[in-house]
């Protein structure tokens, strides 16, 4: 019972590099969402996905690349990293006809 | 600009009391209201949800919610030390829209004190 899961756990990176943050869950939940949370913001929307090759913006989508070819995977891209998106990434899914939000253990990033 | 407010604490309070949380919220149409729990360097988890006026209990949980008064709380009974996290208050961003697409207030940070 793998859930969800995020890759890598851990991510160090330098300002203007490419970093690509994995999500994967194994219940085939058609919902699946990005949040970055930051001391004194709280958890913020970045993108969201409906099902497979339907995704659309969130709160602070700026600076960052979604897709979703496979319903269960849902990549997240900073195309050229920015000190200001060093921060703890958190994926979640939710099931179609529910609510409960179900959070990976995210993805702690630090960009230099 | 929809908003969620939280008071960011911490609430300390002593083992075996009552901790009272609360949450207000902007937008006169949320229909849908929650309460997370994040210990520290982990991530939420789902405690309680809210749809109705009144009181909703789940064990030691209780979520009141006055849609009136654009309020939602969470009371925790005989609070114990491992109660000690981040309680986060989240409310539907969007509805009729897309499901799960939630508002999430700052936190309130709980220590209970042995």
């Known amino acids: 019972d793998a859930g969800i899961t995020q890759s890598p756990r851990y991510k160090i990176t330098e300002t203007g590099r490419q970093v690509t943050l994995m999500c994967h869950q194994t219940?085939?939940?058609?919902?699946m969402f990005w949040y970055r949370q930051d001391l004194g913001h709280g958890l913020r929307l970045i993108y969201y996905?409906?099902?497979?090759?339907?995704?659309d913006k969130g709160e602070v989508p700026d600076g960052y690349v979604v897709s979703r070819s496979k319903t269960e995977n849902f990549p997240l891209t900073l195309e050229s990293a920015t000190r200001s998106q060093t921060s703890v990434y958190f994926c979640a899914s939710i099931q179609g006809g529910q609510e409960t939000q179900y959070f990976g253990p995210g993805t702690r990033l630090l960009v230099l | 600009q929809k908003e969620v407010e939280q008071n960011s604490g911490p609430l300390s309070v002593p083992e075996g009391a009552i901790a009272s949380l609360n949450c207000t919220y902007s937008d006169r149409g949320s229909q849908s209201f929650f309460w997370y729990r994040q210990y520290s360097g982990k991530s939420p988890e789902l405690i309680m949800s809210?749809?109705?006026?009144g009181d909703k209990e789940d064990g030691r949980f209780t979520a009141q919610l006055n849609k009136a008064s654009q309020y939602v709380s969470l009371l925790i009974r005989d609070s114990q030390p491992s109660d000690s996290a981040t309680y986060l208050c989240?409310?539907?961003?969007?509805?009729?829209?897309?499901?799960?697409?939630?508002?999430f207030g700052k936190g309130t940070k709980l220590s209970v004190k042995p």
């Open positions: 996905s409906a099902a497979a090759d339907i995704t």
């Open positions: 809210i749809y109705s006026n």
């Open positions: 989240a409310v539907n961003r969007d509805y009729g829209g897309s499901q799960g697409n939630l508002i």
């Open positions: 219940w085939s939940h058609s919902y």
